[in-house]
């Protein structure tokens, strides 16, 4: 099935620790996105890559990085992890245009920094 | 820059019954969308439906439809006939001239059977 494919579904870690997330879609979508989401506060943008070759910080990057590996493949690594980065991670793609597509995401890591 | 506000946290509603959800943005632009993302407890986030700020019409799609009000910068979400599957966490974005979608914090709908 065409979609958003992300692994892992769980992981836990130790602080200090590191680990990077894989997401990968295969609709050809330019667009594609890192997201955190904790209770009470939706979706905030941790970083994005509007196309191949190209990230930009988005509100939350402190303590992330990424890789646009190719236009299929987005990679959040956490070099350090801190019990503040507790969170489910989802990944997106979309299209650049046009606007209505709205987004396509993965089912999500839940990660526990311990 | 652009916000989007869902001032409610929680709602419930009736098996069978009508409920709304409320969601409200501030923005300069004119040619904008909008859109509601149903998370069920799977955590999969599902694209329920989608408005165009140019179109006047407000979209419908089966049991789900919007009052979109342009001026007043509001857009909410009605679903008719709810059924215990409806339950999950509903999320408002809006995604302008810089292609990014920008989140509510989301109303966790309650049926009741």
């Known amino acids: 099935n065409a979609g958003v494919t992300q692994t892992p579904k769980f992981q836990v870690l130790k602080t200090g620790q590191s680990m990077t997330l894989q997401c990968a879609q295969d609709m050809n979508h330019n667009s594609m996105y890192w997201y955190r989401q904790d209770p009470g506060m939706g979706l905030r943008l941790i970083y994005y890559?509007?196309?191949?070759?190209?990230?930009d910080k988005g509100e939350v990057p402190n303590g992330y990085n990424v890789s646009r590996l190719n236009k299929r493949e987005f990679s959040l690594r956490l070099e350090s992890a801190a019990p503040s980065q507790t969170s489910v991670y989802f990944c997106?793609?979309?299209?650049?245009?046009?606007?209505?597509?709205?987004?396509?995401f993965g089912s999500g890591t839940r990660l526990t920094v311990v | 820059a652009q916000t989007v506000t869902q001032s409610q946290p929680e709602m419930s509603v009736q098996e069978a019954e009508t409920v709304t959800l409320s969601c409200t943005y501030d923005t300069s632009e004119s040619d904008y969308y909008l859109f509601w993302y149903k998370q069920p407890p799977s955590r999969q986030m599902i694209l329920v439906i989608r408005q165009e700020a140019y179109k006047q019409q407000n979209a419908t799609e089966n049991r789900f439809s919007v009052n979109f009000q342009k001026a007043a910068k509001s857009f909410s979400l009605k679903i008719s006939d709810s059924q215990l599957g409806d339950a999950a966490m509903y999320f408002c974005?809006?995604?302008?001239?810089?292609?990014?979608?920008?989140w509510g914090a989301g109303t966790k709908l309650i049926i009741k059977p």
């Open positions: 890559s509007a196309s191949e070759g190209t990230t």
């Open positions: 974005a809006y995604r302008g001239s810089n292609y990014q979608l920008i």
């Open positions: 997106a793609s979309s299209e650049g245009q046009p606007r209505h597509y709205g987004y396509t």
